[in-house]
């Protein structure tokens, strides 16, 4: 069974957070789209790969300010 898109980008918020990242998800059919301002570009690349690693994830876009 898919998970729902609020279940998608809660999963993907709470990994993001155990890494102390403070960023924005929304989630739209697989869809994972990240906004908010990483602190550098390692964080960036970190964000991102974390949330391609999470299972049910199709995509990662993001909208970094």
């Not at 069974?1 to 990242?21: C, H, I, P």
């Not at 059919?29 to 790969?49: H, K, M, W």
Request: overall charge negative; hydrophobic content about 35%; proline content about 3%.
């Amino acid at each position: 069974m898919a998970k729902t898109d609020a279940y998608l980008a809660e999963d993907v918020y709470s990994r993001l957070s155990e890494d102390s990242f403070v960023l924005g998800v929304r989630a739209k059919d697989g869809v994972i789209t990240l906004s908010g301002l990483p602190q550098n570009s390692e964080q960036r690349a970190r964000a991102i790969s974390i949330a391609a690693g999470t299972p049910g994830v199709d995509q990662v876009t993001n909208s970094y300010y």
